[in-house]
């Protein structure tokens, strides 16, 4: 089984932020850069813009929930 796959198991196919089931991308968290099971979460499109505003944010605000966490 691919980590791709191995990881969209762990999650039940929803995103690892917010719960959204629309679909989804694996992101290396950092400081690593290669995706694995053990350093990568599923996120949807949406958390994944949210992570990288916050890549280039001087502010350092959190990450919202409005994609659909409950």
Known sequence: MSSEATMLERCGSK???CGSDNPLTAYAVPPHSHVTVDTAI???DKCLGEIDELKTSTTGAALTTACGAK
């Open 42 to 44: 599923m996120v949807c």
């Open 15 to 17: 995103c690892e932020l």
